[in-house]
Each structure stands twice: as structure tokens, then as C-alpha cells.
């Protein structure tokens, strides 16, 4: 959407045709005429377009016959927000959006005004070295609204087997005898053990999702739970969601997978 944005800054009504709806699509669909890059894009939007069509105009019954056949024969499911934006996802997914803006870039005077944004000396090179990263990227596994936590980083996984596996680890030769690790934890299930979970949870709200975004993060924050007791450091963070701000903290011992005798 962003980009979609950008490429519709004082666009010439000439680049984006007087009739159709679609700015984006003529667009594209006059840049493809000189670009091969672009064109490529624009056979594939088609195709694309017309399996759409005829997804819709298939009857609902005869649609799971059809997934029976042949991988080749299955369309692809399109949300709603993706055919809006099917141009630009399009390129991106084929790892050529930068390549298309560049030369949009290149080619401004045709297809913008001169105080347009991809017109801009400076903003229009800064636009397409930014899409060179996002083009970089493969897009075969995009996570939909149930794989939030089916589908966990490395350094989650990381995290995860460091907290639950303290717990079992009280015989190892490799721990560090000054940590005394607490032993009425060794008996009980570690997924019913609550300061586990809150553990688990915790590490999971670290990791950026559709959910909660992590806005900030600090290490070694110094923490006095009690007036007598010494200041400990810990993993300060604060995080986004849809309703409210919330500040965390956890000690760093707890973030390396070990835990000591005091409260």
C-alpha cells in the first residue's frame, strides 16, 4: 500500500489513463511496453486475474473435485487484500519491484509531474534502493492469522529450550556450581510449572508479531525488588498491542536459562 502510494504521487493523467479506475494497473501496464521486467509482471497479473475469475465463476461444489486432480490445475487463494494490492505483490514476490521502480525512476519525465516524489533527485533513487532488501526476501511461506505461533524463529526456539529445559538440567556437569537452581521445580511437569509458562510467554512477546510489536528493548536494567536486598539487572522492554503500552521486565539469569535461590 505504501508503495502503491508513492508510485500514484502526481502521476501524469496521460500515465494513468483517462477511463480506468486502476492507476496502478495502466501504470504498470504502460511502463511494461518498453520495460520486459514490467511486462513479465503484467502476463503474470493476468493469469492470475483470470484464475480469479474463474474461481468465482466455478460452482462451490465442484471446487474440491477439482483439488483432487493435478497440483498444476490448482488455482491460488487470493485474500481480498492481496488482489487489491496484486500489482505491486506481484513484482515483489517476483523479486523485481525494485528493478520496475528504477526504471520508473530512470524514465520519470514520461509517466510524473516535475515535483513528484519518484521525479525527486534524491527521494526517487532512495525508493527503489529501499525496495532492494523487501525483493530480496523469499515470500513461499507467508504466515496467515493461525500460524502466530506454529512457525517460531530460531532465537524463540533458542530461548524456549533454554528456559524449559533448566528444570532438567540440575545433574548437568556443564552448570556453573555459585547458581544454586532451585529443585522443587525437577518433580513437577513443565508445562503445568506457572513461572515456566509466564517464562515462555514472556520470551514469545519478545519476538515481533501481528500481535504485540516490541517498541523498545534495553539490557541490563538495574532492579531492587527490596530495600535490603542488592539492585539486579535484567531485560528491560516495552511493547504495543491493539489496546495498551506494557513495560516488562525480567532478570537477565532468567533470560539465560539459569535461576538462583532468592525470591
Not at 24 to 42: E, I, Q, R, S
Not at 144 to 162: G, I, K
Not at 222 to 244: C, F, T
Request: glycine fraction near 6%.
Amino acid at each position: 500500500g505504501v508503495v502503491e502510494a508513492c508510485l500514484l504521487h502526481m502521476l501524469k493523467r496521460r500515465a494513468a489513463g483517462f477511463l480506468r479506475s486502476d492507476k496502478v494497473a495502466a501504470l504498470f501496464t504502460k511502463v511494461g511496453k518498453t520495460c520486459p521486467v514490467a511486462g513479465d509482471v503484467c502476463k503474470k497479473v493476468q493469469e492470475l486475474q483470470q484464475q480469479v475469475e474463474s474461481r468465482k465463476n466455478q460452482p462451490s461444489g465442484q471446487e474440491p473435485l477439482k483439488r483432487q486432480g493435478s497440483t498444476a490445475s490448482k488455482t491460488p487463494v487470493l485474500t481480498p487484500q492481496a488482489i487489491k494490492h496484486i500489482w505491486v505483490r506481484t513484482a515483489l514476490i517476483e523479486k523485481v519491484l525494485d528493478k520496475i521502480v528504477q526504471y520508473i525512476v530512470d524514465n520519470c519525465s514520461k509517466y510524473y509531474e516535475k515535483d513528484a516524489l519518484l521525479a525527486d533527485p534524491v527521494c526517487g533513487p532512495i525508493l527503489a534502493s529501499l525496495l532492494v532488501g523487501p525483493c530480496a526476501l523469499e515470500y513461499t511461506k507467508l504466515k496467515t492469522a493461525d500460524h502466530y505461533w506454529t512457525d517460531p524463529s530460531a532465537d524463540e526456539l533458542v530461548q524456549r529450550h533454554r528456559i524449559q529445559g533448566v528444570h532438567g538440567r540440575q545433574d548437568s556437569p556443564s552448570k556453573r556450581p555459585a547458581l544454586g537452581i532451585r529443585k522443587r521445580h525437577s518433580s513437577g511437569s513443565t508445562s503445568e510449572d506457572p513461572f515456566a509458562a509466564s517464562a515462555r510467554e514472556y520470551v514469545e512477546s519478545l519476538h515481533q508479531n501481528s500481535r504485540t510489536h516490541l517498541l523498545y528493548g534495553k539490557n541490563n536494567v538495574l532492579v531492587q525488588p527490596k530495600d535490603d536486598l542488592e539492585a539486579i539487572p535484567g531485560y528491560l522492554s516495552l511493547h504495543q498491542s491493539a489496546d495498551n503500552l506494557t513495560l516488562k521486565w525480567t532478570p537477565n539469569q532468567l533470560m539465560n536459562g539459569t535461576l538462583v535461590d532468592s525470591e
